[in-house]
């Protein structure tokens, strides 16, 4: 137990903040303009405010108090980290004064100071086995593949234009996939090796998935993306397994042909609800994380919906948001 009295340099000074976590052990505390106090507090409250950035800071702490005064009280912060992530995050105990209009003032709060604000409520525990489902494309890798592949085949423009009728309603997720794959109609088996060796992985997947690993978590993607890269990063990531549309190819061409069903949002929550079965994960273990408009019934379906560097209206209907920080943050989520 201790007490500092705060500079306006030490409030704003990162490696002040960090400086007490590894040095001074600091674990729960409560904040003021001028002091900060250790405590050893147990309050037991529904509701977690975790918080996290690069170069977090104190100052930025009294910020989001003072921004969401209105809406929660905040009875002491703590520090959550968990073994093979780098930093920490904070995780502050609160009692919400009010439910009315919270998400859009967590997002204004949450960029207007350029950290990352989730509000938890019942979510998975790190300690027990759990699934996480996540989408491919601009989830798990830093891409869009059929983007991509559209660009080398020399169809790009063609398939930005059917994505664009589908994103204003136009099509349906089924009739906007065939149409651009439609597109891709004789392109080379080679172009999908190519974007296959070039694949941008997201910034901490990697770290996610083996401390995920080592709590005996399952992974999985279920995409509505292609089986080709899918496949591969199941591989390579060491998954447990992988769904996704397949392409036709015939004579090392692309026929502009999807085999078999389409793998759409209803088919995303239901991979999930079957592998939790399969693997008999109870339901308050199962994450879904996306990006897209197409991975909400997934997340719905899921314990914990996780919108990843997503759209406004993806990240107000899902339960948390990461809207800058890599997939490996989700952890400090499950640890808080």
Same mark, same amino acid.
């Given at each position: +137990? ?17 400086? /007490? ?50 809406? /929660?009280?905040?009875?002491? &912060?703590? @520090? ?39 509000? =938890?409520?019942?979510?998975?525990? /790190? ?39 589908? +994103?204003?309603?136009? =099509? ?17 088996? $080679? ?25 005996? &978590?399952? /992974? ?53 609800? $079957?592998?939790?079965?399969? &693997? ?7 994450? $879904? ?8 019934? +997934? ?18 209907? $899902?339960?948390?948001? @990461? ?8 952890? &400090?989520?499950?640890?808080?």
């Amino acid at each position: +137990m201790f007490e500092l009295s705060l500079s306006s340099t030490q409030l704003l000074s990162a490696h002040f903040l960090q400086d /007490l976590v590894e040095h001074k052990h600091l674990n729960q505390f409560v904040l003021s303009q001028q002091t900060l106090s250790a405590t050893e507090q147990t309050t037991s409250t529904e509701h977690k405010l975790l918080t996290f950035t690069e170069g977090l800071n104190l100052q930025q702490l009294l910020a989001v108090e003072q921004g969401l005064q209105d809406y /929660l009280s905040i009875q002491y &912060w703590q @520090i959550v980290q968990v073994a093979g992530v780098a930093g920490f995050a904070c995780a502050a105990r609160v009692k919400l004064l009010t439910q009315n209009e919270i998400k859009t003032e967590l997002e204004l709060v949450a960029n207007q100071l350029c950290l990352e604000l989730c509000l =938890l409520a019942q979510v998975p525990s /790190l300690n027990e086995p759990g699934l996480l489902v996540m989408d491919m494309d601009s989830t798990v890798i830093a891409c869009e593949c059929i983007d991509d592949i559209a660009t080398l085949a020399g169809v790009g423009a063609e398939v930005s234009a059917v994505t664009a009728q589908a +994103m204003q309603g136009k =099509l349906d997720f089924a009739q906007s996939l065939r149409t651009r794959v439609g597109c891709l109609t004789n392109a080379d088996e $080679a172009i999908l090796q190519t974007v296959r060796n070039a694949l941008p992985l997201m910034t901490g997947v990697t770290s996610l998935v083996r401390v995920l690993k080592q709590h005996n &978590w399952k /992974l999985a993607i279920a995409s509505g993306g292609f089986t080709y890269f899918a496949d591969y990063l199941a591989e390579r990531l060491d998954l447990d397994a992988a769904v996704a549309n397949k392409l036709e190819i015939v004579d090392g061409k692309l026929t502009g042909k999807v085999n078999g069903g389409i793998v759409d949002a209803q088919v995303k929550a239901q991979t999930l609800l $079957a592998l939790a079965e399969q &693997w008999a994960i109870p339901h308050r273990q199962t994450i $879904a994380m996306g990006d897209g408009a197409n991975d909400l019934v +997934m997340m719905a379906a899921a314990s914990l919906g996780v919108a990843l560097h997503a759209k406004p209206i993806v990240r107000q209907q $899902a339960d948390i948001s @990461i809207r800058r920080g890599g997939l490996d943050a989700l952890l &400090w989520v499950l640890a808080a």
